[in-house]
């Protein structure tokens, strides 16, 4: 082992005295409080965005064959969907996608709060089992092979545009979507969408595409994406 000591890469903090840095300090946590009711303000917007039927049936498959979105809620009132980017003729997912589901955590803080999360890729299943055991993840994973899940909610696009009408308006503006799409390739990007389940019936609220997914990973960061928010009210897990 080489125990001299490396320069760190790039400028260091100035030098300062305690009361110098403490000066320093306040003044930060003004702005970052500043920053934490301005993100308190927009959960709240997203909780009062409209939501959408989501009339299609859509098939997926998964650990017990096929399935619907419906059961995907796992008997909950929320849903939130990751979308994994593993196109059908990858061998292995995304990197930035398998760090995302790393730094997860446990879902029973969703759960414990009527949430349910789950994994989509464009891969068939019998391509996600080996990839999703080898990465030692638990979370629920289904495929959406020749389903227009991931194309009617901004998640892949082809290259003739967007399934649905709304993606269009959260169109990709990153030059790589852009060229492949260009080239006459499907495309994918990272995305997360939200679903509210009433009864039998499944509504849309909310996506997030890319940079919109920066600072997600915590329970607390994924349920202010919700139509139902943290719901902190709903008792902790035990267990």
Not at 91 to 107: K, S, V, W
């Amino acid at each position: 082992m080489n125990d001299t000591p490396t320069q760190p890469p790039g400028p260091l903090p100035a030098t300062a005295t305690p009361a110098e840095w403490l000066s320093a300090r306040t003044a930060l946590l003004a702005e970052e409080k500043a920053l934490t009711r301005a993100l308190d303000a927009l959960a709240a917007r997203r909780r009062a965005l409209p939501m959408v039927a989501v009339e299609k049936e859509y098939v997926l498959t998964g650990p017990d064959g096929d399935t619907g979105l419906l059961e995907l809620f796992e008997g909950r009132d929320q849903l939130i969907v990751y979308h994994f980017m593993f196109a059908p003729e990858w061998e292995t997912g995304c990197a930035r996608c398998a760090a995302f589901l790393d730094q997860l955590g446990d879902l029973r803080h969703l759960r414990a709060r009527g949430t349910a999360f789950a994994a989509v890729s464009r891969a068939p299943y019998r391509r996600i089992l080996p990839f999703k055991a080898a990465g030692g993840w638990t979370v629920p994973w289904y495929s959406a092979h020749g389903s227009d899940f991931p194309y009617d909610f901004g998640a892949s696009l082809a290259p003739s545009g967007p399934a649905a009408p709304f993606p269009a308006a959260l169109a990709p503006t990153d030059p790589g979507l852009s060229a492949a799409l260009a080239a006459g390739e499907h495309a994918d990007r990272p995305a997360i969408n939200c679903f509210l389940r009433v009864g039998e019936q499944v509504f849309h609220t909310y996506s997030a595409y890319a940079r919109g997914l920066d600072r997600l990973g915590s329970a607390s960061t994924l349920l202010d994406l919700t139509a139902l928010g943290r719901r902190d009210h709903l008792a902790r897990p035990t267990s």
